[in-house]
């Protein structure tokens, strides 16, 4: 019989969850979006955040409940992000699942949010270990050899700003709305990227680490030099701008990362996975194939629903956890920090 558990998810400003199965069958998969509780303060609240985790999560786990067909006492776990994230929305998913857990007698398993990112090109893909992971969201970009759950040697992360966090203040800086991501992908569909002559921090250094805030200062001088207001044309052609600068960045970086690891797994077939909000950006994909495609590599994205958060994410690295006896105690403590280094490997 197969393996079924629920996924809670509750890091951020999506409340969902999710019932996976082991055969990588997603049975249901409910997020709900707070955006439009968030969009007229520019950014994420985190008390409203957890407000409205408390108020919406029973009623977002029945309804996976229902739409999967399967009752808490058929369930093989309760999977629920335990960090990192904003601390208020990380407890009412940990506490609401140590419950769930408590009253059925299930195994409780307490997932990080950037293994749950990690993990799931092997729920769409079934992609084998070990590959290469470039992790990229609102809050992280990093490069890593994952090696296995709970195992992960990282090559190169962000010196300053994270992308998704670049994204968010080049949006709000040329007016395009909140979130940042999709809004500048948006505008830049209609813009030129050749108009503005903006930098590529670390292009052709060695190693695997990002920088943001120059290109990020570099937009903002430019819209300064024009003397006005952006118009939208303004707008349009420096969001292009700043994308492919940023996509020739995470290229040249994914170059050197490829390189790595080859020299560290020799013979392996190198599979390049991108993950995270940012990954759903289809520029960012074209030139992620591109370079995987030069270096003699796969690339792997899963669907961009399956990139932003969700609930689907966390059941399935609670099936990883869970098929490899990696259970958590109800003593468990939620973390506003929880470094992928950290994370103790399931053997």
């Known amino acids: 019989m197969s393996m079924r558990v629920l996924g809670i998810e509750t890091s951020c400003d999506e409340t969902a969850a999710a019932i996976v199965s082991d055969d990588r069958s997603i049975l249901s998969n409910v997020v709900l979006s707070q955006l439009d509780d968030h969009r007229p303060f520019g950014g994420v609240v985190p008390e409203i955040a957890a407000r409205a985790h408390l108020e919406h999560l029973d009623s977002i786990i029945a309804r996976a409940l229902d739409e999967s ?73 990093q490069l890593l050899i994952v090696e ?11 010196m300053d700003d994270a992308i998704g966090e670049a994204f968010d203040k080049t949006a709000k800086l040329l007016g395009l709305g909140f979130p940042g991501g999709p809004a500048v992908e948006t505008a830049a569909r209609d813009g030129n990227p050749a108009r503005f002559r903006l930098p590529r921090p670390l292009k052709g250094r060695t190693g695997c680490d990002f920088s943001f805030s120059g290109l990020k200062t570099a937009v903002r001088q430019a819209a300064i030099d024009l003397g006005h207001d952006p118009t939208t044309q303004d707008a349009a052609d420096l969001a292009a701008g700043f ?56 690339m792997v994205a899963p669907p961009p629903a399956l990139c932003t958060d969700n609930a689907a994410m966390v ?28 994370l103790r490997a399931a053997e």
């Open 69 to 141: 067909g399967i009752a808490l006492d058929a369930l093989d776990g309760i999977a629920a992000t335990g960090g990192p994230g904003l601390i208020g929305g990380v407890i009412v998913g940990v506490m609401t699942a140590k419950a769930i857990a408590a009253a059925h007698d299930l195994p409780f398993i307490a997932v990080n949010h950037l293994e749950a990112h990690a993990l799931t090109a092997r729920l769409t893909d079934d992609v084998a270990f070990p590959y290469l992971l470039l992790l990229i969201s609102g809050g992280h970009c």
């Open 148 to 158: 296995g759950v709970g195992r992960h040697t990282l090559l190169g992360t962000t």
């Open 243 to 298: 994308q492919a600068a940023v996509a020739d960045v995470i290229a040249d970086r994914c170059r050197h990362a490829l390189a790595e690891f080859s020299a560290r797994h020799p013979g392996v077939p190198p599979v390049l996975v991108a993950a995270g909000g940012v990954a759903a950006n289809q520029t960012l994909r074209t030139a992620l194939t591109a370079v995987s495609t030069a270096q003699g590599a796969s």
């Open 315 to 342: 059941a399935w690295a609670g099936i990883e956890r869970l098929r490899a006896g990696s259970l958590d105690t109800l003593d468990f403590r939620p973390r506003p920090r929880w470094p992928l280094a950290e």
